[in-house]
Protein backbone atom coordinates (compact mmCIF):
# COMPACT_ATOMS: atom_id res chain seq x y z
CA UNK A 1 0.00 0.00 0.00
CA UNK A 2 1.06 3.68 -0.44
CA UNK A 3 3.59 4.31 2.13
CA UNK A 4 6.18 6.37 0.31
CA UNK A 5 5.75 10.13 -0.45
CA UNK A 6 8.07 13.19 -0.43
CA UNK A 7 8.44 16.24 1.82
CA UNK A 8 7.23 18.08 -1.49
CA UNK A 9 7.19 19.50 -4.77
CA UNK A 10 11.05 20.59 -5.07
CA UNK A 11 13.53 18.98 -7.69
CA UNK A 12 15.08 17.45 -5.26
CA UNK A 13 12.69 15.80 -3.12
CA UNK A 14 13.43 13.21 -0.45
CA UNK A 15 11.16 9.30 -0.42
CA UNK A 16 10.84 7.44 2.86
CA UNK A 17 12.29 4.04 2.32
CA UNK A 18 11.88 2.56 5.73
CA UNK A 19 11.56 2.62 9.79
CA UNK A 20 13.93 1.28 12.19
CA UNK A 21 11.38 -0.81 14.54
CA UNK A 22 13.27 -2.22 17.18
CA UNK A 23 17.35 -3.31 17.99
CA UNK A 24 18.70 -6.84 17.10
CA UNK A 25 21.27 -8.22 18.75
CA UNK A 26 23.54 -7.06 21.03
CA UNK A 27 26.15 -5.17 18.43
CA UNK A 28 24.24 -2.86 16.74
CA UNK A 29 21.55 -4.10 14.37
CA UNK A 30 18.30 -2.92 13.83
CA UNK A 31 15.32 -4.57 12.41
CA UNK A 32 13.93 -2.63 9.60
CA UNK A 33 10.12 -1.77 8.12
CA UNK A 34 10.55 -1.46 3.79
CA UNK A 35 8.57 1.31 2.36
CA UNK A 36 10.10 0.80 -0.42
CA UNK A 37 9.89 -2.23 -3.31
CA UNK A 38 13.08 -1.97 -4.40
CA UNK A 39 15.07 -2.35 -0.93
CA UNK A 40 18.38 -3.71 -3.32
CA UNK A 41 18.56 -0.59 -4.57
CA UNK A 42 17.71 1.83 -1.32
CA UNK A 43 19.65 -0.01 0.69
CA UNK A 44 23.13 -0.89 -0.43
CA UNK A 45 26.25 -0.30 1.39
CA UNK A 46 27.27 3.10 1.75
CA UNK A 47 23.50 4.26 1.21
CA UNK A 48 22.64 7.71 3.26
CA UNK A 49 19.84 8.35 5.31
CA UNK A 50 17.97 11.27 6.53
CA UNK A 51 16.27 10.61 10.08
CA UNK A 52 12.53 11.49 11.26
CA UNK A 53 13.14 11.94 15.35
CA UNK A 54 11.82 13.72 17.48
CA UNK A 55 13.62 17.32 18.23
CA UNK A 56 14.79 15.80 21.99
CA UNK A 57 16.47 12.60 20.14
CA UNK A 58 20.53 12.11 20.04
CA UNK A 59 19.98 11.60 16.48
CA UNK A 60 17.62 14.62 15.71
CA UNK A 61 19.63 16.74 12.44
CA UNK A 62 22.05 13.87 11.75
CA UNK A 63 21.98 10.78 8.98
CA UNK A 64 22.74 7.27 8.97
CA UNK A 65 24.97 5.50 6.00
CA UNK A 66 24.37 1.58 5.83
CA UNK A 67 27.19 -1.07 6.45
CA UNK A 68 24.89 -4.00 5.30
CA UNK A 69 21.56 -5.05 4.97
CA UNK A 70 20.92 -9.06 6.12
CA UNK A 71 17.62 -11.01 5.96
CA UNK A 72 16.62 -13.02 8.72
CA UNK A 73 13.65 -15.36 9.28
CA UNK A 74 12.76 -13.30 5.99
CA UNK A 75 12.80 -9.68 8.18
CA UNK A 76 15.48 -7.24 6.56
CA UNK A 77 18.20 -5.95 9.86
CA UNK A 78 20.64 -3.11 9.01
CA UNK A 79 23.57 -2.67 10.27
CA UNK A 80 24.55 1.20 10.17
CA UNK A 81 28.41 3.35 10.98
CA UNK A 82 28.60 4.55 13.84
CA UNK A 83 26.10 1.81 15.67
CA UNK A 84 27.93 0.13 17.51
CA UNK A 85 26.03 -1.56 20.25
CA UNK A 86 22.39 -2.26 21.40
CA UNK A 87 22.33 0.62 23.60
CA UNK A 88 22.82 3.09 20.23
CA UNK A 89 20.60 0.90 17.98
CA UNK A 90 17.73 1.44 20.99
CA UNK A 91 18.38 5.54 20.76
CA UNK A 92 17.19 4.94 17.23
CA UNK A 93 14.07 2.88 17.29
CA UNK A 94 10.91 4.06 15.09
CA UNK A 95 13.52 6.70 13.24
CA UNK A 96 12.14 7.25 10.38
CA UNK A 97 14.31 6.63 6.93
CA UNK A 98 14.34 9.11 4.15
CA UNK A 99 16.52 8.95 1.37
CA UNK A 100 17.27 11.81 -1.49
CA UNK A 101 15.41 10.83 -4.92
CA UNK A 102 14.73 13.28 -7.93
CA UNK A 103 11.43 14.00 -8.88
CA UNK A 104 11.65 12.65 -12.28
CA UNK A 105 12.57 8.94 -11.17
CA UNK A 106 10.83 6.27 -12.36
CA UNK A 107 8.12 5.71 -9.73
CA UNK A 108 7.51 2.79 -7.47
CA UNK A 109 4.36 0.94 -7.69
CA UNK A 110 1.39 2.32 -5.12
CA UNK A 111 4.21 5.03 -4.23
CA UNK A 112 3.20 9.09 -4.76
CA UNK A 113 4.79 11.86 -3.83
CA UNK A 114 3.04 13.98 -1.15
CA UNK A 115 2.18 17.17 -3.96
CA UNK A 116 0.95 14.88 -6.40
CA UNK A 117 -2.09 13.68 -3.36
CA UNK A 118 -2.89 17.38 -1.72
CA UNK A 119 -6.06 18.75 -3.48
CA UNK A 120 -7.05 15.31 -4.58
CA UNK A 121 -11.07 14.76 -3.82
CA UNK A 122 -11.70 12.37 -1.98
CA UNK A 123 -14.82 10.46 -2.68
CA UNK A 124 -17.27 8.22 -1.15
CA UNK A 125 -19.65 5.73 -2.68
CA UNK A 126 -19.37 7.51 -5.50
CA UNK A 127 -19.82 10.62 -3.68
CA UNK A 128 -17.23 13.88 -2.51
CA UNK A 129 -16.96 13.83 0.43
CA UNK A 130 -13.58 16.22 1.06
CA UNK A 131 -10.28 17.45 -0.39
CA UNK A 132 -6.98 16.03 0.86
CA UNK A 133 -4.93 18.91 2.48
CA UNK A 134 -2.17 17.66 3.46
CA UNK A 135 -0.53 14.30 5.05
CA UNK A 136 0.64 13.38 8.05
CA UNK A 137 3.43 10.98 8.27
CA UNK A 138 3.63 9.28 11.54
CA UNK A 139 5.74 6.02 12.83
CA UNK A 140 2.97 3.38 12.55
CA UNK A 141 1.19 4.84 9.32
CA UNK A 142 0.61 7.79 7.17
CA UNK A 143 -2.74 9.70 7.19
CA UNK A 144 -4.51 11.62 4.87
CA UNK A 145 -5.82 14.72 6.46
CA UNK A 146 -8.53 15.27 4.44
CA UNK A 147 -10.94 18.63 4.74
CA UNK A 148 -14.52 18.35 4.93
CA UNK A 149 -17.53 20.91 5.27
CA UNK A 150 -17.64 19.37 9.22
CA UNK A 151 -13.83 19.96 9.71
CA UNK A 152 -10.64 17.75 8.93
CA UNK A 153 -10.72 13.36 9.16
CA UNK A 154 -7.52 11.65 9.83
CA UNK A 155 -7.93 8.95 7.17
CA UNK A 156 -5.57 5.95 7.64
CA UNK A 157 -3.45 5.47 4.25
CA UNK A 158 -3.52 1.78 4.13
CA UNK A 159 -5.17 -0.59 1.29
CA UNK A 160 -8.28 -1.52 3.22
CA UNK A 161 -9.54 2.60 3.70
CA UNK A 162 -7.99 3.95 0.75
CA UNK A 163 -8.02 1.11 -2.26
CA UNK A 164 -7.54 3.40 -5.18
CA UNK A 165 -5.73 6.58 -5.75
CA UNK A 166 -6.20 7.77 -9.31
CA UNK A 167 -3.83 10.79 -10.54
CA UNK A 168 -5.00 11.11 -13.45
CA UNK A 169 -8.95 11.86 -12.32
CA UNK A 170 -7.78 13.49 -9.39
CA UNK A 171 -9.69 11.56 -7.18
CA UNK A 172 -9.17 9.19 -3.84
CA UNK A 173 -11.81 6.62 -3.39
CA UNK A 174 -12.00 5.65 0.48
CA UNK A 175 -14.20 2.76 2.16
CA UNK A 176 -13.89 3.93 5.89
CA UNK A 177 -15.47 2.67 8.78
CA UNK A 178 -18.54 3.65 9.66
CA UNK A 179 -18.14 7.26 12.27
CA UNK A 180 -14.79 7.85 10.63
CA UNK A 181 -16.88 10.73 8.32
CA UNK A 182 -19.85 11.10 10.42
CA UNK A 183 -21.17 11.05 13.94
CA UNK A 184 -23.28 8.19 14.72
CA UNK A 185 -26.41 8.27 15.80
CA UNK A 186 -27.32 7.16 19.77
CA UNK A 187 -28.56 3.38 20.05
CA UNK A 188 -32.06 3.63 21.80
CA UNK A 189 -30.82 -0.22 23.71
CA UNK A 190 -28.06 2.15 25.36
CA UNK A 191 -30.83 4.47 26.22
CA UNK A 192 -32.66 2.12 28.05
CA UNK A 193 -31.21 1.06 30.81
CA UNK A 194 -30.37 4.53 31.75
CA UNK A 195 -34.33 4.90 31.65
CA UNK A 196 -35.05 1.86 33.43
CA UNK A 197 -32.51 2.74 36.31
CA UNK A 198 -34.27 6.39 36.31
CA UNK A 199 -37.49 4.12 37.22
CA UNK A 200 -35.64 2.54 39.54
CA UNK A 201 -34.69 5.19 41.41
CA UNK A 202 -37.89 6.83 41.76
CA UNK A 203 -39.08 3.83 43.60
CA UNK A 204 -36.80 3.79 45.83
CA UNK A 205 -37.79 7.14 46.87
CA UNK A 206 -41.42 6.26 47.92
CA UNK A 207 -40.40 3.28 49.78
CA UNK A 208 -36.08 3.35 51.49
CA UNK A 209 -36.16 -0.26 52.38
CA UNK A 210 -34.89 -0.03 55.74
CA UNK A 211 -36.66 -3.27 56.42
CA UNK A 212 -36.70 -4.89 53.54
CA UNK A 213 -34.31 -8.21 54.07
CA UNK A 214 -34.15 -8.25 49.91
CA UNK A 215 -32.25 -4.61 50.27
CA UNK A 216 -28.08 -5.79 50.93
CA UNK A 217 -26.15 -4.29 53.51
CA UNK A 218 -23.72 -1.78 52.21
CA UNK A 219 -20.86 -2.97 54.70
CA UNK A 220 -22.13 -7.07 54.24
CA UNK A 221 -20.59 -6.87 50.79
CA UNK A 222 -24.17 -9.08 49.54
CA UNK A 223 -25.64 -8.19 46.51
CA UNK A 224 -29.38 -7.92 45.41
CA UNK A 225 -29.87 -10.82 42.78
CA UNK A 226 -32.37 -8.70 41.11
CA UNK A 227 -29.85 -6.17 40.98
CA UNK A 228 -26.89 -7.84 38.74
CA UNK A 229 -25.47 -7.10 35.90
Excluded: C
Amino acid sequence: MPRKQTSGPSAQTQLRVGRLTKAHGLKGALKLELFTDDPDRRFVPGAEFTLQVPEDSPWHGKKLSLSELRWYNGHPVGFFAGVEDRSAAESLAKAILWVDSSADEPAEDDAWYDHQLVGLDVVRDGVKVGVIARLEHLPAQDLLVVSTPDGEVMVPFVRAIVPTVDIASRTVTVTPPTGLFEELPEDEDDAAPADAAGQSAGAGAEHDGADDPAVPDESSGSVDASRQG
